[in-house]
């Protein structure tokens, strides 16, 4: 069973966002099958990294734990996929059940050099939502950085656009 509990939290990689609510957790590294998804959106269904269709991008991220221990480390090297206006992340590319998902609605993407002090701090962003949760990661490189908060943004104009895209090379074969 999942543990979850109401609390306020200071976020401290921006101090013009003050305070927000999230939900608290037990960390990734824990033997849960998978992290919060946003409670106000449609289930998620829990499919293997190699099962998911229309994918948009994926590869390997490190992603910033939420609960890091004494012990744990900081960052988590995780599978990341774009998918159907979800974002997945597992523990490897051939993982059977997500660590974790959410919904990119409501989201934007940044960059986000603040979250290290290190070498990587250029491949560093962000996904951000009034009142939800941030997602926090790191790329191998500042131009892989790039393609994933590209790949994010076209999803993003996606889902908010009235009118649905459509292959030009498929309409003209009609």
């Known amino acids: 069973t999942l543990f979850r509990s109401w609390y306020l ?13 999230a939900l608290s957790m037990a960390s990734d590294d824990a033997s849960f099958t998978s992290d919060f998804q946003d409670d106000d959106s449609e289930e998620i269904t829990q499919k293997g990294a190699q099962e998911l269709d229309c994918v948009v991008h994926q590869g390997y991220l490190e992603k910033k734990c939420r609960d890091h221990g004494f012990f744990g480390s900081e960052w988590q090297k995780r599978w990341c996929v774009l998918s159907k206006g979800v974002f997945y992340y597992y523990g490897s590319d051939k993982g059977k059940q997500h660590k ?5 609605k409501d989201y934007i993407v940044q960059p986000a050099p603040h979250l290290r002090k290190d070498s990587r701090r250029d491949s560093c962003f962000e996904l951000v939502a009034y009142d939800k949760r941030p997602y926090q990661f790191t790329a191998v490189s500042p131009a892989e950085s790039k393609e994933w908060m590209e790949q994010i943004s076209f999803l993003l104009r996606d889902l908010s656009s009235a009118t649905i895209p459509f292959d030009e090379d498929e309409e003209d074969r009609k």
Do not use: E, P
Request: overall charge negative; aromatic content about 12%; proline content about 0%.
């Open 100 to 104: 974790g998902a959410f919904h990119l």
């Open 9 to 21: 939290t200071q976020d401290g990689s921006d101090d013009s966002r003050g305070l927000s609510y």
